[in-house]
């Protein structure tokens, strides 16, 4: 099985950027479709992006697109998400997640990391 250990999260005004880091261990990042979710205080926790098998490309949700960035660095066994033009809407905790199958619903996921804090605020 995968650990997985998020960093990164903090405070950032609206309009800010953060990187968000997951540093894979137990297994190769390769053997999973990887992703990450999110879940703001009093709701459920909801599906932000993911890489498709091989990594062969990606899939963000409509809230995101176009802001967010999934990445990834095999040789690390880390996966990325590079957050900008941040709104107070993305205000939630985040976290990475790793699966087999292709799913946007947590409940697919099989592992999880225990989550970073990311605020926007003024």
């Known amino acids: 099985q995968v650990q997985l250990v998020e960093s990164g999260g903090g405070l950032v005004q609206p309009g800010g950027s953060l990187t968000l880091s997951c540093a894979a261990s137990g297994r190769p990042i390769s053997t999973y479709v990887m992703g990450w979710f999110r879940q703001a205080a009093g709701k459920e926790r909801e599906f932000v992006a993911r890489?498709?098998?091989?990594?062969?490309?990606?899939y963000y949700a409509d809230s995101v697109l176009g802001r967010f960035t999934i990445s990834r660095d095999n040789t690390k066994n880390t996966v990325y998400l590079r957050m900008n033009s941040l709104k107070p809407e993305d205000t939630a905790v985040y976290y990475c997640a790793a699966t087999v199958t292709i799913s946007t619903i947590p409940r697919d996921w099989r592992y999880w990391g225990q989550g970073t804090q990311v605020t926007v605020s003024s």
């Open positions: 890489f498709n098998w091989g990594a062969s490309s990606t």
